[in-house]
């Protein structure tokens, strides 16, 4: 993945979890839940574009 596709995409979450807590009316908690629930999809994409972690299509659940 180009360096500048992986720039755009962090920007581009940021911006929408910014805009989520700036101009959605929610409870601070659920504010909190959906932050955190963002930061670990994105670790969890990152080590995965790096090469850290391996291919999450092979992790089943159930």
Do not use: H
Not at 27 to 46: H, Q, S
Request: no cysteine.
């Amino acid at each position: 993945m180009p360096l500048i596709t992986l720039i755009v995409t962090l920007a581009v979450v940021g911006l929408m979890l910014w805009a989520i807590n700036t101009y959605l009316p929610m409870d601070g908690k659920i504010k909190k839940i959906l932050n955190v629930v963002v930061v670990m999809i994105v670790i969890l994409w990152l080590l995965q574009v790096f090469g850290l972690l391996p291919s999450l299509s092979t992790i089943r659940v159930g």
